[in-house]
């Protein structure tokens, strides 16, 4: 579903991803992992072109992503990626069941009525069905991202990217967000994750990734992963989360 070759990516002279080769499998989860400024965020941002590529190739169900191409490909191209991010970047004017059902309008000509009957369903989807009304500042910062994760699906993306969706979040609404999450795993969604929360790793990705100075250092199941990693560099990594 997802393929990177030979990625690279640089802020002036300062490389952050140093040649990056991996690939996602359809209805496959990933959680990406990694001490701060290992370039994880920019790696996952990569995918659906909010940040550019220095060199190498990035496909996604069968697109390539960063070839040159007009703005109105490209918009159509990242419809077919949800993304969801550290903040929820809800539109404050409008209610929640507008913020998920305003894309599907404006940027695939659904009729109104069939998009807002679709947004219903997915507030109910993410739990907030009473809340549809509601706008983002009545909203707990949990309900806020569960809207956001809504808004993504609206699209009807084959693949949803998560970046850090909770480390904005208090404790105790984190575990809300992640049921979520975990139910569009069960459902087979195709997911790539930027996350802390080791406990959605251990129970819900495929596969980890750990990234540090912009190299996947070690890719493995979970199992594998927290119980017998391969490198110093995660075995600090991990050692340093558990205390």
């Not at 069941?97 to 219903?120: C, E, G, L």
């Not at 910062?141 to 904005?168: C, H, N, W, Y």
């Not at 404790?171 to 930027?194: F, H, I, N, Q, R």
Request: aromatic share 6%; with cysteine.
């Amino acid at each position: 579903m997802i393929a990177l070759a030979g990625v690279h990516k640089s802020y002036g002279s300062y490389e952050v991803l140093k040649g990056i080769d991996a690939e996602v499998a359809r209805g496959e989860v990933v959680v990406i992992c990694g001490p701060s400024g290992s370039g994880k965020s920019t790696l996952i941002r990569t995918v659906n072109r909010l940040e550019e590529i220095g060199s190498g190739s990035i496909t996604c169900d069968g697109n390539n992503i960063h070839q040159p191409m007009p703005a109105k490909e490209l918009n159509r191209l990242r419809s077919r990626i949800g993304f969801v991010f550290q903040s929820f970047n809800l539109f404050p004017h409008l209610s929640a069941i507008d913020n998920i059902a305003m894309s599907p309008i404006r940027v695939k000509d659904i009729q109104r009525d069939v998009a807002y009957a679709k947004a219903t369903k997915l507030l109910e989807r993410v739990g907030l069905a009473e809340k549809a009304n509601a706008y983002p500042a009545q909203l707990s910062g949990g309900q806020q991202q569960r809207v956001a994760i809504a808004r993504a699906l609206a699209m009807e993306p084959p693949v949803m990217l998560f970046d850090e969706p909770t480390s904005a979040l208090d404790p105790e609404m984190v575990g809300e967000v992640l049921s979520v999450m975990k139910g569009l795993a069960a459902d087979g969604m195709t997911m790539m994750c930027v996350t802390h929360e080791m406990g959605f790793a251990r129970d819900v990705a495929d596969r980890v990734w750990f990234i540090d100075q912009g190299q996947i250092v070690e890719s493995a199941p979970p199992e594998e992963f927290f119980s017998r990693p391969q490198t110093a560099r995660a075995q600090r990594f991990l050692s340093e989360l558990r205390h």
